[in-house]
């Protein structure tokens, strides 16, 4: 069974910084992408940041030079290290894979149940 899990929100101050880490586990060919989405109250989920195999990222316009997205691939974990955090940062933050689990198959997206980061003072 293939699992995606989120960690790392919380309660930070504007300014501030958190890092969220999430982990692919199970029975996993190869990983094409890892990401976060994330989705504020009365708002769509928007893409945040995301990094393909082979190293390449893409962020959001709004969180550039704030937040960095990182993978470790022997871990299967990929970091969003967030700074500067701002009010309007705060949202439910969902993590995604992008993973094949057999050779030969495409990726097929996996969530992660998702993780409350709140900036307020």
């Known amino acids: 069974q293939v699992q995606v899990v989120e960690s790392g929100g919380g309660l930070v101050q504007p300014g501030g910084s958190l890092r969220l880490s999430c982990v692919a586990s199970?029975?996993?060919?190869?990983?094409?992408?890892m990401g976060w989405y994330r989705q504020g109250s009365g708002k769509q989920r928007e893409l945040v940041a995301r990094?393909?195999?082979?190293?390449?990222?893409m962020y959001a316009d709004s969180v550039k030079g704030r937040f960095t997205i990182s993978r470790d691939t022997a871990k299967n974990t990929v970091y969003l290290q967030m700074n500067s955090l701002k009010p309007e940062d705060t949202a439910v933050y969902y993590c995604?894979?992008?993973?094949?689990?057999?050779?030969?198959?495409?990726?097929?997206?996996?969530w992660g149940q998702g993780t409350q980061v709140t900036v307020s003072s």
């Open positions: 995604y894979a992008d993973l094949v689990l057999n050779s030969g198959e495409i990726p097929y997206d996996y």
């Open positions: 199970g029975s996993i060919f190869s990983i094409y992408a």
């Open positions: 990094t393909i195999s082979g190293g390449d990222t």
